[in-house]
């Protein structure tokens, strides 16, 4: 059979003028030829360069799918390694107990009304073992976020229930669950159901296209989380103003990281550029979205670099990286192709889709189809109603971050360090086998967290997007007193008991395998980075402190029984003391 070339210089042949020399013909058949030889190239090269159009968003929703399970997935294994400490059966603040108070407070039925004040599948379980409860809880929703992150696939029964299952644990968590980035994986994984079709799983479901809609739901929740974040540290902090505030930032930040250590040296213009920046990328490039996609793509570019920064500069939970996640909206099919390889199915199916559709050939909307499309507009329409007290808090000047106005927490407004600690303070737990708490030859010994700062010469952890509940709390008991914060004494009373549910919240405790400690005590600090270089640092020694006073006085398990009965918490058993 000939090849192409072959029969594009037959033809030629056929065309040649009958006067024609020998030199001609051989001249016309060589250009034949490199023709030929350039046309089949050419289709070649065609093939190898054929890319994604713009403005669709097939890749752009694994994208988000995988990235939305994995913060999930982060959130239900930090519940099920510390949820049973804090709010279980035997925890510091037990949810049977909040719900019994629940049910008490809305006329001591399980209804509508304890329903709406505290959305939870709780109560529908057993509470005699409520520990299980939450374990199952944690593990489901481990399993069904590994699912979704491993395949790249979901659809809007698997993403619901991951939404009410995180919901559940939030909604019981009181003090434990009180921080922004939970109403924003809530708000997050919401938008999230309507990305997916309704019982399909396939990465590319070929009838249900990704709505513009639900994209610009997303690019509207990095707009709000940026603009509030923001405005509160206008409206907050003078530092903020005056450009100081990072050159406390690193040091006092809730738990730092080793590059904290090194970040918190930095010369003073680079702290000056720092804040610069992030006043321009909270509240000036956040508006690109709505100036054309090459303007939206740089703003998605610019929020992903800004949280990584913050990702690499301290342990801030999961934060960070869920607000990766509404930025991944910016960036359509064509900007994301550089992360499926060229051969993938996703990829292959979208160019498909994609030729289909500039051909007229794609397939008519069916019944289905349809309907959906009422489900996105509906959800439009939900979004701007529920975000009109929204905007006007960011248009207030005693605007409030962190807050949600409606009990689903659907849309909600943000902030973060609206004001900046300028000295770091530590509550430090000490315990002592002496009978005597004032014999100045009593010998203190000091319990170490898993994360906060305690020992001197112990390195910064470094654990995003992992999340210690205990050691963040800890922060913010130490700039407050002991009257404010009362689960620092249910700690300190659990401690003289030895008791094992708390000590797993910590990483050393003194007396192990010793007896237990006769008297707790609190005391507080005042903590600083050691400068690098210096002899302390040579010592090996990373943080330097000074002792401000007590924080709490020296307690015993006697002492505390009435104080505990007056909270209505468990007295700790006292156990059988080693000689």
Same mark, same amino acid.
């Given at each position: 059979?000939?090849?192409?070339?072959?029969?594009?210089?037959?033809?030629?042949?056929?065309?040649?003028?009958?006067?024609?020399?020998?030199?001609?013909?051989?001249?016309?058949?060589?250009? +034949?030829?490199?023709?030929?030889?350039?046309?089949? *190239?050419?289709?070649?090269?065609?093939?190898?360069?054929?890319?994604?159009?713009?403005?669709? $968003?097939?890749?752009?929703?694994?994208?988000?799918?995988?990235?939305?399970?994995?913060?999930?997935?982060?959130?239900?294994?930090?519940?099920?390694?510390?949820?049973?400490?804090?709010?279980?059966?035997?925890?510091?603040?037990?949810?049977?107990?909040?719900?019994?108070?629940?049910?008490?407070?809305?006329?001591?039925?399980?209804?509508?009304?304890?329903?709406?004040?505290?959305?939870?599948?709780?109560?529908?379980?057993?509470?005699?073992?409520?520990?299980? @409860?939450?374990?199952?809880?944690?593990?489901?929703?481990?399993?069904?976020?590994?699912?979704?992150?491993?395949?790249?696939?979901?659809?809007? !029964?698997?993403?619901?229930?991951?939404?009410?299952?995180?919901?559940?644990?939030?909604?019981?968590?009181?003090?434990?669950?009180?921080? +922004?980035?939970?109403?924003?994986?809530?708000?997050?994984?919401?938008?999230?159901?309507?990305?997916?079709?309704?019982?399909?799983?396939?990465?590319?479901?070929?009838?249900?296209? &990704?709505?513009?809609?639900?994209?610009?739901?997303?690019?509207?929740?990095?707009?709000?989380?940026?603009?509030?974040?923001?405005?509160?540290?206008?409206? +907050?902090?003078?530092?903020?103003?005056?450009?100081?505030?990072?050159?406390?930032?690193?040091?006092?930040? &809730?738990?730092?990281? #080793?590059?904290?250590?090194?970040?918190?040296?930095?010369?003073?213009?680079?702290?000056?550029?720092?804040?610069?920046? @992030?006043?321009?990328?909270?509240?000036?490039?956040?508006?690109?979205?709505?100036?054309?996609?090459?303007?939206?793509? !740089?703003?998605?570019?610019?929020?992903?670099?800004?949280?990584?920064?913050?990702?690499?500069? +301290? @342990?801030?939970?999961?934060?960070? =990286?869920?607000?990766?996640?509404?930025?991944?909206?910016?960036?359509?099919?064509?900007?994301?192709?550089?992360?499926?390889?060229?051969?993938?199915?996703?990829?292959?199916?979208?160019?498909?889709?994609?030729?289909? *559709?500039?051909?007229?050939?794609? #397939?008519?909307?069916?019944?289905?189809?349809?309907?959906?499309?009422?489900? @996105?507009?509906?959800?439009?329409?939900?979004?701007?109603?529920?975000?009109?007290?929204?905007?006007?808090?960011?248009?207030?000047?005693?605007?409030?971050?962190?807050?949600?106005?409606?009990?689903?927490?659907?849309?909600?407004?943000?902030?973060?360090?609206?004001?900046?600690?300028?000295?770091?303070?530590?509550?430090?737990?000490?315990?002592?086998?002496?009978?005597?708490?004032?014999?100045?030859?009593?010998? =203190?010994?000091?319990?170490?967290?898993?994360?906060?700062?305690?020992?001197?010469?112990?390195?910064?952890?470094?654990?995003?997007?992992?999340?210690?509940?205990?050691?963040?709390?800890?922060?913010?008991?130490?700039?407050?007193?002991?009257?404010?914060?009362?689960?620092?004494?249910?700690?300190?009373?659990?401690?003289?008991?030895?008791?094992?549910?708390?000590?797993?919240?910590?990483?050393?405790?003194?007396?192990?395998?010793?007896?237990? #400690?006769?008297?707790?005590?609190?005391?507080? $600090?005042?903590?600083? $980075?050691?400068?690098?270089?210096?002899?302390?640092?040579?010592?090996?020694?990373?943080?330097?402190?000074?002792?401000?006073? &007590?924080? $709490? &006085?020296?307690?015993?398990?006697?002492?505390?029984?009435?104080?505990?009965?007056?909270?209505?918490?468990?007295? #700790?058993?006292?156990?059988?003391?080693?000689?």
């Amino acid at each position: 059979m000939a090849t192409s070339c072959e029969s594009y210089n037959e033809s030629v042949r056929k065309r040649r003028p009958k006067g024609a020399s020998a030199a001609d013909a051989k001249f016309t058949d060589s250009i +034949g030829r490199k023709d030929a030889v350039n046309t089949i *190239e050419g289709t070649k090269k065609g093939k190898k360069l054929q890319s994604l159009q713009t403005g669709t $968003f097939w890749l752009t929703r694994i994208v988000l799918l995988r990235f939305v399970a994995f913060i999930y997935f982060v959130a239900f294994s930090v519940a099920y390694n510390q949820n049973k400490q804090l709010i279980g059966e035997n925890g510091l603040m037990p949810c049977k107990s909040y719900l019994k108070s629940v049910k008490r407070y809305v006329g001591g039925k399980i209804g509508m009304a304890a329903l709406a004040y505290t959305p939870s599948i709780l109560w529908f379980l057993d509470w005699s073992n409520m520990d299980a @409860n939450l374990d199952g809880i944690a593990l489901v929703g481990m399993s069904l976020s590994g699912f979704v992150l491993v395949m790249g696939m979901a659809n809007m !029964v698997i993403m619901v229930s991951l939404w009410v299952l995180y919901h559940s644990l939030v909604n019981v968590g009181q003090l434990w669950y009180s921080f +922004g980035w939970e109403s924003q994986l809530l708000e997050t994984g919401f938008l999230a159901i309507f990305l997916c079709p309704l019982w399909t799983l396939s990465q590319v479901p070929r009838r249900c296209p &990704p709505s513009l809609i639900c994209i610009w739901t997303f690019r509207w929740l990095i707009v709000r989380i940026m603009l509030g974040a923001g405005l509160i540290k206008i409206r +907050g902090d003078q530092c903020w103003r005056d450009l100081t505030c990072m050159d406390y930032h690193y040091e006092t930040q &809730p738990v730092p990281n #080793p590059v904290s250590y090194y970040m918190h040296r930095s010369p003073w213009w680079f702290h000056r550029f720092e804040t610069m920046s @992030n006043h321009f990328i909270e509240l000036v490039v956040p508006f690109f979205t709505f100036l054309g996609r090459r303007m939206c793509i !740089v703003n998605g570019a610019l929020q992903v670099l800004f949280q990584i920064v913050l990702i690499v500069s +301290g @342990n801030l939970s999961f934060l960070n =990286w869920l607000t990766i996640v509404p930025s991944l909206a910016c960036f359509d099919d064509a900007s994301l192709s550089f992360l499926f390889r060229s051969g993938s199915g996703a990829k292959k199916t979208v160019l498909k889709i994609q030729d289909e *559709e500039k051909s007229g050939r794609a #397939p008519e909307a069916t019944k289905g189809m349809r309907i959906r499309q009422v489900v @996105n507009v509906s959800l439009g329409i939900l979004i701007g109603c529920l975000s009109v007290p929204v905007l006007m808090n960011l248009l207030s000047p005693r605007q409030v971050m962190n807050t949600s106005f409606d009990p689903l927490r659907i849309v909600n407004t943000y902030g973060a360090f609206g004001s900046i600690t300028k000295e770091r303070t530590e509550v430090i737990f000490q315990g002592t086998l002496s009978e005597d708490p004032k014999d100045p030859k009593a010998v =203190w010994e000091e319990y170490q967290f898993l994360c906060k700062p305690g020992d001197l010469y112990r390195r910064p952890c470094l654990i995003s997007p992992y999340h210690y509940r205990l050691d963040w709390l800890m922060w913010f008991a130490a700039f407050q007193t002991y009257e404010q914060s009362e689960w620092v004494i249910h700690i300190a009373g659990r401690l003289l008991a030895n008791d094992s549910t708390v000590l797993s919240l910590l990483d050393h405790n003194p007396f192990q395998d010793r007896g237990i #400690p006769r008297w707790v005590r609190g005391e507080h $600090f005042r903590y600083k $980075f050691s400068q690098p270089g210096s002899t302390s640092a040579a010592e090996g020694k990373w943080w330097l402190r000074k002792r401000i006073g &007590p924080y $709490f &006085p020296a307690v015993d398990l006697a002492a505390l029984k009435g104080y505990f009965q007056s909270r209505d918490w468990p007295h #700790p058993h006292i156990p059988t003391r080693k000689n």
